[in-house]
């Protein structure tokens, strides 16, 4: 009953945390339930695609209220995963269910209790905002009554009320995407699964959009399934899995993520890389990585370690950079590859031409 | 007590999973009317290439359309514009059904068909909604064409007009439906053109809407007869002709009635054909459709 009676309740923007310190404060205040049975169970899940084995059998549990991030390089196997898990594909072997519903055998029912944001817009930009909604709530077999209020309060939230009748297509790419949220929560699923929610969006507009997903899921209780690039936003996750190559490599929230790092990253530009970095094995007995012009390693105190790092490495040194370890360094250290954004950069901008010229 | 709830429950989910199947058909079909309505543009410029086989085709091949016994420009009274008029509707119906269907190669490229295909809804529900939103453009698109029947001197009635619509519907119906089956195997907009050349071209050529098959070569003859188009332009053809009480002897010269295996087949058998193609046609849509990768 109270649960019903919280997801009435309109959201609105004066409730919306603005600033970024603001958001951390509001991700850090909506504790994450982790007690009682997971609404997400996955075992031994596994997908291949003839000879390619895109997932290789992962098992993870997400549970209500929590807002898990699914974090991997491009080809991990994020999408195939997420598509298995919204019942647009069907896994090869492993079991999974969804608020207690057989992922293969009941698929119906598992896309009641689901919403969905996908990366790439999937609004029929013909239609105005209210008539997206419209086709979404007789789909899901809302009644008429319901719909129109659910309609009204979702375009309030999102800011959108009074652009509701105009046509889509006259929309900015953070107006779809917010349109797209209320969307996905139209039919008030339990689990809403965002697949790159912010991608090409201005960090403002992502900001806003941010705001939106945390305030919902302190209001609402709505676990959230997350996808994404920018290692920013993972931080608002309650527990990150990282997969690669199709594998669950780590999966632990994003403090004890960090941790797996082993100290501070010192990332030092020299004249000479390949000497540098033997004399910094020597010295500490660890052996740098070469990044894009620069060498990188991870040690523990590594602000005292800098005079030592000046005197004793023999090749001139343009700068020297300590900090604590961000989940990107997490990344690179899971995975041996940064997730790049400029590759996000050029997928974008393909997609991009693709529409224009489709148009 | 709580028995009691827990059944009434059940059959609340039993009843609307049919509820919400015709729920999501009725909405997939509003979607593709809405979106007709909106798009003026697409209405008229659809209409342009009938018009053009109707009046410039038309009026160029009539001059030479004299076949031995009848009087220049025609067969016994009925001019070539007047031959071809049905045909030349269908050409409306054909077309506007084909690329309404092929509008869900779009919808995947855009997305939106994804937000379809994670609804609770069956596939069926989906594909007939489609099927049938296609049928209704195109059979308003071929009804549009009905306004020009006066200029080429075609007298139209109520009940003419109503019959006429519903042989477009059922033309339109087994056309959508073929063109969804064409759609779920199509991976992008490009192979459009090859579908129009390769499959809606010869079709609407073999059907016999823009010439009497009475004195065509055998092979001819042939393929007409396996083209379903065929049998849903000759009820349209008929039903013009019908108000001109034509002598049976020019009917045979106008290729009036499909003959298969020396008999010519009635109306309504003709108009069964279209439909029994059609129910395999949206059949198989959906079949192609419900399959899960």
Known sequence: ?359 | MSTVVAETTSTNTHMSALWRNLMAIEIVWYRDILRYLRDWVRIITSLMQPLLFLFIFGSGLASSFSPAGARPGGVAGVSFQTFIFPGVVSMAVLFTAISSAISIVWDREFGFLREMLVAPVSRTSIVLGKALGGSTIAMFQGTLMLVFAPLIGVRLDVGLVIILMLEMLLLAFTMTSLGIVIASRMQSMESFSVVMQFVLMPMFFLSGALFPLTHVPGWLAFLNKLDPVTYGVDPLRQAVMSGMKLPPVVARQLGLGVQVFGTTLSVLAELLIVGALGVIFVSWAALSFGKQD
């Open chain 1, 1 to 359: 009953m109270t649960t019903e009676e919280q997801t009435r309740q309109p959201l609105s923007m004066a409730d919306l945390p603005l600033s970024s310190a603001e958001l951390a404060e509001a991700a850090a205040a909506a504790t994450p339930r982790m007690a009682g049975p997971p609404i997400l169970s996955v075992e031994g899940l596994r997908r291949t695609f003839g000879h390619l084995e895109a997932v290789k059998g992962i098992s993870f549990e997400v549970y209500p209220g929590e807002i898990f991030g699914f974090l991997g390089p491009n080809g991990a196997g994020k999408s195939t995963t997420i598509n298995m898990l919204c019942t647009l594909l069907k896994p090869t072997a492993g079991k999974a269910t969804l608020a207690g519903f057989d992922l293969s055998r009941e698929p119906s029912r598992v896309r009641e209790v689901i919403g969905l944001v996908f990366q790439d817009p999937s609004l029929d930009e013909r239609l105005t905002a209210d008539e997206n909604l419209r086709f979404h709530a007789a789909i899901y077999g809302l009644p008429a009554a319901v719909s129109k209020e659910r309609r009204e309060a979702m375009l309030k939230m999102v800011d959108l009320y009074d652009r509701k009748d105009h046509l889509v297509r006259t929309f900015s790419g953070g107006m779809k995407r917010r349109l797209e949220i209320a969307r996905g929560l139209l039919h008030y699923p339990r689990v809403l699964f965002l697949d790159e929610p912010t991608i090409g969006l201005d960090p403002q507009t992502r900001l806003h959009l941010w705001s939106y997903i945390l305030t919902l899921r302190q209001q609402k209780q709505i676990t959230m399934f997350l996808t994404t690039h920018y290692m920013d936003e993972a931080e608002y996750c309650d527990r990150i899995a990282v997969i690669d190559h199709g594998m669950i490599v780590a999966l632990d929230t994003p403090d004890h993520l960090k941790d797996l790092v082993g100290g501070d990253v010192i990332r030092l530009k020299t004249s000479d890389d390949a000497l540098a970095a033997q004399q910094i094995k020597a010295l500490f007995g660890v052996e740098p990585r070469q990044g894009k012009d620069e060498l990188i390693f991870e040690i523990a105190g590594g602000e005292e370690l800098v005079p030592r790092i000046v005197e004793q490495v023999s090749v001139r040194i343009a700068s020297v950079s300590v900090r604590r370890p961000t989940l990107d360094d997490v990344f690179i250290k899971l995975t041996g590859r940064e997730i790049r954004e400029e590759e996000t950069g050029t997928q974008e901008r393909m997609r991009g031409i693709m529409r224009r010229r489709m148009r």
